[in-house]
């Protein structure tokens, strides 16, 4: 049998790897991805708990709704990296620093 | 070693080293191909985690739907000429220090918490659990998910549309 410690060493190996990549990507897309490392690594851990613990189907029940909304998330932050290309014809988010032109 | 050990290890290491090619590589075709590789590896812990409907809710929606729409991110944000699809790192020592610093702390608070564990659950199918789950204690949440994915379905069309003079 496979410890929970290992499951959570893994989701935590992910999370920071995303933290990483929100911090030093200049590429709006590259954001884009460290964020979705970012909530695998807690569907992940809310999996293992939902597996481990005795709460029933809660934890999958949970993960489920986190995928409904990274979803959601993904799509309307692409229309907002294709608009901002549209305006500034860059993705660079150090250049994505005007109200209006 | 049993051989459950052998495949969780190789799916840990591929899921792993794929996530840090995403953030490490330069070329953002690599780094969407990489994250390919990343989800694939969270359906399989997800399989050994008993959470068949989650496995396959998550090659469904995060490699056939959020990866395709990356992919059309990065093709639609860079000149099709122009090849270079690069991206520059910015403050990369500053960023390893933090993000080291989340990892210790999660890891360390993962090891030293005396979890209240339940032994080894029986597995079984949970997908009609989910089902019921969603139209009788969840429904609520259900029917707002169900207009967040409307209002952002709606949302990104608005945004993304090309503003013509009617």
Known sequence: MIELKYY????????????????????????????????????????????????????????????VVAAAEVAVALAIILTLYRVLSTVNLDRADVLKR | MSVTDIVFILTA?????????????????????????????????????????????????????????????????????????????????????????VFASISLAAFKTKWKLVGEKELEPTTQQIGEAFLSSYLLPFEIASVLLLVALIGAAMLVRRRTDV
């Open chain 2, 13 to 101: 290491i591929v899921t792993v080293g794929s996530a840090v090619v995403v953030v490490v590589s330069r070329s953002l075709i690599y780094s969407v191909f990489s994250l390919l590789f990343t989800f694939f590896g969270v359906a399989v812990l997800y399989v050994f985690l008993g959470a068949d409907f989650l496995a396959g809710a998550q090659v469904l929606i995060y490699v056939g739907g959020i990866l395709v729409l990356l992919l059309f991110g990065v093709m639609l944000t860079h000149r099709l000429y122009n090849l270079n699809l690069t991206t520059e790192r910015f403050q990369p020592i500053a960023g390893t220090l933090i993000a080291a610093a």
């Open chain 1, 8 to 67: 959570l060493l893994i989701s935590a190996f992910l999370f920071s790897l995303g933290v990483f990549g929100v911090l030093t990507r200049r590429n709006a897309v590259n954001v884009l991805m460290g964020v979705e490392l970012i909530l695998n690594s807690a569907n992940l851990n809310l999996v293992a708990f939902s597996r481990y613990s005795s709460s029933g189907i809660d934890g999958q029940m949970f993960a489920v709704f986190v995928i």
